[in-house]
């Protein structure tokens, strides 16, 4: 039994979900989390334009009134001939989950978030990637090296394990995220498929692990 979250680095509603998700690890700390990126936008070309900027800064609006969480608006208009492709970002978290122990890829995964919202950082960037992955592994007293973890991030069996994500997501026929699950023996028994309140989430999770209790 474990949760699975489905989620992408670069997507506005994963982030603005984080805190949520930090605050219901922490009340259920018997419960194991797995983390399976999504690709929200894998290996797009198409050069993000002021149209596209504008509407995403929308999205970012309502996320920011519902999470609290900050936006730093001015990087986003500032980027010039930026991709917006999640394939790279998906990846990183990916690789760390190949070198740490699961247990610390959330960390990981919202430092990449901190970094694309917050920082402004250029999160398809792989050097740039391994320095966020590196830094927030740190902070958890694992010491692994930007240089490996960017070797991690570029070896063809971590791109082609990136896929694997993408593909088992698919074949949940899941579109749109974050996604919280709680996988029971075979069977994903759904928390949330979009933002929702810690609470909610306690309270939904709480009903079936009392589900589970009794049939065991």
């Given at each position: ?24 690890v ?18 797009a070309?198409d ?6 900027k504008?509407?995403?800064l ?5 996320v ?8 730093n608006?001015?990087?986003?208009l500032d ?6 492709d ?7 978290v ?6 740490a122990?699961?247990a ?6 919202r ?5 694309f ?18 830094r927030?592994?740190?902070?958890q007293?694992?010491d ?12 063809a ?17 899941i ?11 075979n069977?994903l028994?759904a928390l ?10 306690e309270?939904r999770?709480?009903v079936?692990?009392e ?6």
């Amino acid at each position: 039994m474990e949760l699975i979250y489905i989620g992408d680095p670069m997507c506005s509603w994963c982030y603005g979900f984080g805190k949520a998700l930090d605050l219901l690890v922490t009340r259920f700390p018997t419960l194991d989390l797995r983390i399976v990126v999504g690709g929200l936008r894998a290996s797009a070309t198409d050069v993000l334009d002021d149209a596209g900027k504008q509407f995403r800064l929308q999205h970012w609006a309502r996320v920011e009134q519902m999470s609290g969480l900050p936006f730093n608006r001015q990087g986003l208009l500032d980027r010039k001939n930026f991709v917006y492709d999640t394939e790279p970002v998906c990846r990183a978290v990916v690789a760390a989950r190949g070198l740490a122990p699961e247990a610390n890829i959330l960390a990981v995964f919202r430092a990449l978030q901190h970094a694309f919202y917050v920082e402004a950082l250029d999160t398809t960037d792989g050097v740039v990637l391994a320095e966020v992955v590196a830094r927030a592994l740190k902070r958890q007293d694992i010491d692994i090296a930007a240089e490996t973890i960017l070797g991690k991030w570029s070896n063809a069996a971590t791109v082609a394990d990136t896929q694997a994500d993408f593909t088992l997501v698919r074949s949940w026929n899941i579109t749109s995220f974050p996604v919280l699950a709680l996988r029971v023996g075979n069977e994903l028994h759904a928390l949330t498929t979009g933002y929702t309140s810690v609470e909610m989430l306690e309270r939904r999770l709480a009903v079936l692990l009392e589900g589970v209790e009794a049939l065991n």
